[in-house]
T-cell receptor
């Protein structure tokens, strides 16, 4: 079983839609959680950290549910520029553990 | 701006060749990492280093070695390249006690 599991998608949504991704993690000792964004043929970049109390950054909201061991990312009012792969990341045994990503395609 | 550079964007090597992938960061970060990224498998950690001359195995170190002689430079070595090492290789760095990893642009290695 993978340490971090994500639905690979793709999620095809129209501009302006709200879309949500979930990911589950297996290591109950994980302390920190993040969402990274990876554009096609580019390197991953940190999108936002995920806190127990939930956090919001503009159109993006991240939530953590420790009891169920899942993390979510909500994107409101999707833009074409949001098209990318979103990687769910937790702290692993030695370093960060990355999910394989969920691909989002926002269509005009 | 943090900059992480990798020596090549694309590389084609033959089976059995020794391959060197170089990574340089310019922000005086203590920690450096090498990953490979394959479709459906995500990023998998090969090796990492918390300091000069220090290295630790990640999740898939077999067939690889690393060298960190200077703080800014972390090299990944494929001692004898094999076709199953065809992949995208990504280098990253972080400050000590930080989880924000800055990635290089990646090297797409093809072993024929």
């Amino acid at each position: 079983r993978k340490e971090v599991e994500q639905d690979p998608g793709p999620f095809n949504v129209p501009e302006g839609a709200t879309v949500a991704f979930n990911c589950t993690y297996s290591n109950s000792a994980s302390q920190s959680f993040f969402w990274y964004r990876q554009d096609c043929r580019k390197e991953p970049k940190l999108l936002m950290s995920v806190y127990s109390s939930g956090n919001e950054d503009g159109r993006f909201t991240a939530q953590l549910n420790r009891a169920s061991q899942y993390i979510s990312l909500l994107i409101r009012d999707s833009k074409l520029s949001d098209s990318a792969t979103y990687l769910c990341v937790t702290t692993g045994r030695r370093a960060l553990t990355f999910g394989s990503g969920t691909r989002l395609q926002v269509q005009p | 701006d943090v900059k992480v550079t990798q020596s090549s964007r694309y590389l084609v090597k033959r089976t059995g060749e020794k391959v060197f992938l170089e990574c340089v960061q310019d922000m005086d970060h203590e920690n450096m990492f090498w990953y490979r990224q394959d479709p459906g498998l995500g990023l998998r950690l090969i090796y990492f280093s918390y300091d000069v001359k220090m290295k630790e195995k990640g999740d898939i170190p077999e067939g690889y070695s690393v060298s960190r002689e200077k703080k800014e430079r972390f090299s990944l070595i494929l001692e004898s390249a094999s076709t199953n090492q065809t992949s995208m290789y990504l280098c990253a760095s972080t400050q000590i006690l930080s989880y924000e990893q800055y990635f290089g642009p990646g090297t797409r290695l093809t072993v024929t």
